[in-house]
Structures are given as structure tokens and as C-alpha cells.
């Protein structure tokens, strides 16, 4: 390298180590050259940093703020489970939708399945529609009309299992990335799954699309993926005591026993004072109210936009159908879990052998999960967010549906 060259690089570099034009660097600007190579970007000899403005807008997808809070039971633990005692921790920001899934969202799910995969695979993502079937009641139009007849294109889901909310998380980031692709790429269209590239771009795990624009984490056109929230993010979520937080001060002083303000289930303000504010049962045999003065007007399922939204902007948190998350069940959580972000993947620490199922004398194994929020045909008991139940994640009924959730990539805020 002769002198020239070697002095212009020297000063090319001390100018970006220095930040000498606009400050530091950040993510959403890098500047031309390494704040600790000075080897300029996007060259020959150079990494390729492409150009990025924050995380795409995920559809349906609210930002909840993350932060410390108590976690566990508000109320009376009248089950005496003592499985979620109350306890600190912190959360991570992230994504949630805004409302349940619903059956238009799941017959578009199907609509893509069957064009795209195997008839064996669009059978196993069909709903179990036979969870609203009762012997002793006659629910029998449900069976056939709940999920497909236009009226209740927008109410929640249900008859899904666990495992197919995971299908359809994995699918949905799929669709949504593809289309992200697309639209960067002037709509040349393609999905996720094509060719990987050659040469240094295959090392670094890129893939193209049909219209050859590069898919990769590290391009930033791409949105985490779409899953179930975990059980401390769907909690934190359905708290939203954000809402009762006073700027500055760092003290939580207000608590929720539901996801609004007061002890009581029914608005006790202006015009709407005296309504319920959520879906649930009311008691034996009540389950919308008296004709003429129905109250909260559902005896299943309603609207996944009816009653008010917390203050996150999330609507039946509590309520209309149980959702599921991805823990698996263990009693004893809310003390092994770790402080930050907490989350039970697995039987660690508690291992599933302690647990006599084949003695039927537990219901607990590996395969259990947890769900949350209360339903159109539960008490107000089950409508705190610090409740929960569990299920086998291969199980559905007519009172669990599911929202999707995702990780807030690349800031704190």
C-alpha cells in the first residue's frame, strides 16, 4: 500500500471512528464505513449493510411496552391451586394482536393450505368443529355453521389445539414475509422457502424470492416470526397497567384484579355505566342476561372487537374464549422460572416423572399447556389474568381460541 493510499484510508477511518459527520452511528444509520475497521461498507472488500428503517408493520399487531411488574393471582385463590403466586419480574417489549384470531383468519389459513400443501396436512389444520356438540344441550347449528357462515366471519376461533396455533404462527410469518418480499421487490411476488443464493450470500443464509430480492435477517425486510405469547407476556399484557402509571414516577401503585380499573365487572362510567365489560357467565344458567335488557349479549362467542380494549388497545383480554400460550403447565413456575422474561419450555428443573399420570393419579406430563383469560361460559373468577388452567396441547374445545405474539427486534421501546 503506498503512502497516498494508506493515508487516505487512515484518515477515512479516523473520521468514521470519531463519528465526525452526525453523531454516533445507529442501527437505522451505519454510516459508509466500520467505526472500527474503516473499511467502507457495501464494497468489494467490504460487508453489505442494507438499508433499514425499523422493523416492518406487522398486520393486526399492537406494541405493548415492556417493563417490571408483579405477576400472580389478584384475587382470593378459591381453587387452591397456589400455582401463580405473586412475584417481580421483567418483560421485554413485544407485539400482540390486537384481537383473538378469528374464522375469516383461519378460513384464509385454509384457503393458502390447500393450494399449497398436501390434503393429508389441510385435514389435520381443519378445526375440531364437533367441540360445540353436547349431549344433553342442543348446540347442534354450531357444528356446521360457526366457522364458515359469513355472520361470524369475525368472531373467535375455536376447536383448535395447541399444536394447530403453531401451525398456523409458523404459516402466518410465512404469508407475511412473502408479501413483505414482494412489495420490496416491486410485487415480483414469491415466498420464503426458494433456492439459497450462491457464494458469500448462502453463507450468510440469504435466500431469493422469484424476483431475486435477497430474504435474510440480517436485510431487516423480514418480521420476526409470528407465535403464541408466552404466559408472563399474555399476563403482563392483560394487566396493561400502563394505563394507571403517572409520568416519572417509577412506583406501581395501582393494581388490577381485571384488565380495567375497580373491583367489579361492569363499567361504571358515562352513558355505558352498568354494562358488562367482557363475555363471560354471569352465573348458574345466565350467560347473556334478560331479553329486552340483554346485557353482555353473547350466550357463546361474540365479536372479537366487542367491549372496550384495555389500555394497550387489546380487546377481550378477558373473556369470549380462554387463548393459549406456549408454557407448558407446572404448579411450581412461579418459582423456577427465571425473573426476566420468564418462560417453561420443558420439564427442567420438574421433570414430568414426578407427575403419576399413568397412575391417573396427575394430569401433568410434557404435553400440557397453558391457557388464559376466561370465556364466554366461565365465572368472573377465570377473567383475572393471574388464573390459569391447562390442557393437552393436541385437546380443543369450544371456550380456547389464540392470539399471536412477537418479539420487538432491535430496541427497548
Excluded at 412506583?251 to 363475555?279: H, T
Excluded at 372496550?308 to 380487546?315: M, S, T, V
Excluded at 425473573?339 to 403419576?356: S, T
Aim: proline content about 5%.
Amino acid at each position: 500500500m503506498n503512502f497516498s493510499k494508506y493515508l487516505r484510508f487512515a484518515v477515512v477511518g479516523a473520521c468514521a471512528l470519531a463519528a465526525c459527520k452526525g453523531g454516533p452511528p445507529t442501527a437505522t444509520k451505519p454510516g459508509k464505513y466500520s467505526s472500527t475497521t474503516g473499511i467502507e461498507y457495501n464494497t468489494e472488500e467490504g460487508m453489505k449493510v442494507a438499508d433499514y428503517q425499523g422493523i416492518p408493520e406487522g398486520p393486526g399487531l399492537v406494541f405493548i411496552e415492556g417493563g417490571r411488574t408483579v405477576l400472580g393471582s389478584q384475587e382470593e385463590d378459591v381453587t387452591m391451586t397456589h400455582d401463580n403466586i405473586e412475584r417481580t419480574v421483567t418483560i421485554a417489549s413485544f407485539y400482540m394482536d390486537e384481537a383473538e384470531v378469528a374464522n375469516i383468519h383461519w378460513l384464509e389459513y385454509l384457503h393458502f393450505v390447500r393450494k399449497d400443501s398436501s390434503e393429508e396436512f389441510y385435514q389435520s389444520a381443519l378445526p375440531d368443529t364437533t367441540v360445540w356438540a353436547r349431549e344433553l344441550s342442543f348446540n347442534d347449528p354450531y357444528v356446521d355453521y360457526y366457522l364458515r357462515y359469513p355472520g361470524f366471519r369475525y368472531f373467535p376461533v375455536v376447536g383448535v389445539s395447541w399444536l394447530q396455533a403453531n401451525d398456523y404462527c409458523t404459516w402466518r410469518t410465512s404469508k407475511v414475509n412473502e408479501t413483505l418480499a414482494s412489495n420490496a421487490d416491486g410485487g415480483g411476488g414469491g415466498g420464503l422457502f426458494k433456492k439459497k443464493k450462491k457464494g458469500a450470500a448462502a453463507a450468510e443464509g440469504a435466500t431469493e424470492d422469484a424476483g431475486g430480492a435477497a430474504i435474510a435477517i440480517e436485510n431487516g425486510n423480514t418480521l420476526p416470526n409470528y407465535r403464541l405469547p408466552t404466559e408472563a407476556e399474555w399476563e403482563y399484557a392483560a394487566q396493561a397497567l400502563v394505563g394507571t402509571q403517572e409520568t416519572g414516577n417509577e412506583n406501581q401503585e395501582n393494581k388490577r384484579i381485571y384488565p380495567w380499573d375497580g373491583r367489579q365487572v361492569r363499567n361504571p362510567y358515562g352513558g355505558k355505566m352498568g354494562q358488562f365489560l367482557a363475555n363471560f357467565k354471569r352465573g348458574r344458567g345466565d350467560y347473556a342476561g334478560i331479553a329486552g335488557a340483554l346485557n353482555d349479549g353473547a350466550m357463546i362467542t361474540e365479536y372479537v372487537y366487542a367491549y372496550p380494549p384495555n389500555d394497550y388497545g387489546l380487546y377481550n383480554m378477558a373473556g369470549n374464549v380462554n387463548e393459549w400460550v406456549q408454557d407448558i403447565y407446572r404448579p411450581l413456575s412461579f418459582e423456577d422460572v427465571e425473573d426476566l422474561n420468564p418462560f417453561r419450555r420443558n420439564g427442567f428443573l420438574d421433570p414430568a416423572e414426578k407427575y403419576d399420570k399413568k397412575g391417573y393419579q396427575s394430569l401433568i406430563d410434557d404435553h400440557v399447556r397453558v391457557y388464559k383469560g376466561g370465556s364466554w361460559r366461565d365465572v368472573a373468577y377465570w377473567l383475572s389474568p393471574g388464573t390459569r388452567r391447562f390442557m393437552g396441547e393436541d385437546s380443543a374445545t369450544a371456550t380456547i381460541g389464540f392470539r399471536c405474539a412477537m418479539i420487538n427486534a432491535g430496541s427497548n421501546k
